[in-house]
């Protein structure tokens, strides 16, 4: 099933649950926004405003009292009066609006001077403020959130079921085996019935493609399997009857010139023909895994070298520095080794090939025409040929050594130069033990 902690349900939960706390944070600093308007805008003009109703009052009947409610209490000291009679906390405020704090009483303080110099101290108090800033700030808030947190929640349960077709679609296709897919699932018949629209178009298709790519496996397995059996065949029957001509004493030099080149291509061939049936398997190439030691195999391929080196003035040897063991499929190092020895057998005419093996590499050296920086650049390029391509040869050696060396994490590096030859290494970074 898909990763919980990256699924869509839980993407889609954790954008509703930062939508919902956005949402809440907006609305507390809009409803504390609010209070602080009715604290200190709203109160500040009624008290404004109350103060100017009272200088009115005050010049038609100067005996008018001082508002004093249940929310207000105001004092009047008259120009040039003693403040003695104020509560302390008011007695060193200045002209204009105040909030004391709440050991002082908390109220909010209005303080006015008129043209005849009296002053007019206005008190509202400090718990009225809170007690309205409460019932028409945060009662509706909650409510508000309470609906917020429904509607996200309800919003979160419908995209859920939505999304819940296209999650166990991606289950289904997560469990499919690359190698060989289980499309029943995504018949139309096997489909639950939430799925529809877009999900009912995409599972059909991938169902459509899971089953070509089943008919292609089993295609490319019979291929793979008739194939090594149809080609081998006819090589052997070669091989045979090359190895029965080559015993007879009465052939002339051109013929047995001939049977030379048939015998080498005839080997040619077969190793292709095993390289591609390796390469042909996507990710497995159908052969066993073995623990052997690279000498063992080295030495095989160094052995298959002499033979096409016959009649040429080259020497060809190995050296052994330090031996080691793979696991891994041996005829794949075979084929990738060959490729290397075949290559350079090609292009040597007359000097040396030195095949070293140290701890955890294999080097093939070689005394042939070498290639230039530009060569080497395009030399894994498929029927590319280097060098002197008058001679034969199909130019895809080198393009099936990179495919294999990739294929198994044995990096190959070429190093050459025009005239003075080439040096092939392999190195082996991964599942090497001592020989």
Known sequence: MPNQRTGLRRKIWVAFILQAAAIS?????????????????????????????YWQRLKVDAGAQVPDTYNMTGFLVPAG???????????????????????????????????????????????????????????????VLVVIYIIA???????????????????QVQRWDPKKPEASALRPENLPVDVEGETLVLASSLHDFASRIESFVERER??????????????????????MMDGDEGLSPMSRRALTRIRGAGRDMEALIEAFLILAREGDTGLPDDDFAVSEVVAEEVEKARLQLAGKPVRIRLVLESDFSLHAPARV?????????????????????????????????????????????????????AGDRKKDGQGIGLSIVQRLSHRYGWP??????????????????????PG
């Open 25 to 53: 944070f907006a609305a507390v600093l809009g409803v504390y926004g609010a209070s602080a308007v009715l604290k200190h805008v709203l109160i500040q003009q009624a008290l404004q405003e109350e103060a100017g109703h």
């Open 81 to 143: 009066g003693s403040k003695a009679m104020l509560p302390e906390p008011l007695r060193t405020l200045p002209v204009g609006f105040h909030s004391l704090p709440r050991s002082q009483g908390g109220s909010l303080v209005l303080v006015e001077r008129d043209g005849n110099g009296h002053l007019l101290y206005l008190l509202f108090k400090q718990e009225q403020v809170d007690s309205l800033a409460f019932w028409f700030g945060m009662a509706p808030l909650a409510i």
């Open 153 to 171: 929640w309800s919003t979160y349960r419908a995209s859920k079921r939505a999304v819940s077709p296209v999650i166990w679609l991606a289950g």
């Open 222 to 243: 019979d291929f793979t399997r008739d194939a090594s059996h149809e080609l081998r065949t006819p090589l052997t029957v070669i091989r045979i009857a090359g190895d």
């Open 333 to 385: 190092l075979s084929v990738l080794l060959g490729n290397l020895l075949r290559n350079a057998c090609h292009y040597t005419d007359e000097g040396s090939i030195t095949v070293t093996v140290r701890h955890g590499a294999i080097t093939v050296a070689d005394t042939g025409v070498g290639m230039s920086s530009d060569e080497l650049t395009r030399v894994f390029e498929p029927f590319y040929r």
């Open 412 to 433: 190959v590096r070429l190093e050459s130069e025009p005239g003075r030859g080439t040096t092939a290494s392999i190195r082996f970074p991964q599942q090497v033990t």
